[in-house]
Nanobody, 123 residues
Framework: DVQLQVSGGGLVQAGGSLTLSCAAS????????IGWFRQAPGKDREGVSC????????YYADSVKGRFTISSDNAKNTVYLQMNSLKIEDTAVYYC????????????????WGQGTQVTVSS
């Protein structure tokens, strides 16, 4: 069965950095897409960054380009989201999700979800 375990959330000051980890089991990254999503209060869940075996380049939301980096350790079946230069508007519940070779970084196309982790950026 597909399981996703998220860790790394917490409180950080604006301008700081934080790394989220998503440890996956039950599938191989060679055949699946892994995405990071977030949902801020009063907003829809949005795609932050996604990696897919069906796409050669990662996707980044415009709001995080140049600040966030998605990476994977295939041997550990773990995906990371390195978040730098954090802004208050990055505050949200962050989710890790997976789907089979998905190209689109949108919540509605992802089937498997980990638990949410709160990221709070303070001034």
């Amino acid at each position: 069965d597909v399981q996703l375990q998220v860790s790394g959330g917490g409180l950080v000051q604006a301008g700081g950095s934080l790394t989220l980890s998503c440890a996956a089991s039950g599938f191989t990254f060679d055949d699946y897409a892994i995405g990071w999503f977030r949902q801020a209060p009063g907003k829809d869940r949005e795609g932050v960054s996604c990696l897919s075996s069906a796409d050669g380049s990662p996707y980044y939301a415009d709001s995080v380009k140049g600040r966030f980096t998605i990476s994977s350790d295939n041997a550990k079946n773990t995906v990371y989201l390195q978040m730098n230069s954090l802004k208050i508007e990055d505050t949200a519940v962050y989710y890790c999700a997976a789907n089979y070779a998905e190209r689109l970084c949108a919540p509605y196309v992802y089937d498997y979800w980990g638990q949410g982790t709160q990221v709070t950026v303070s001034s």
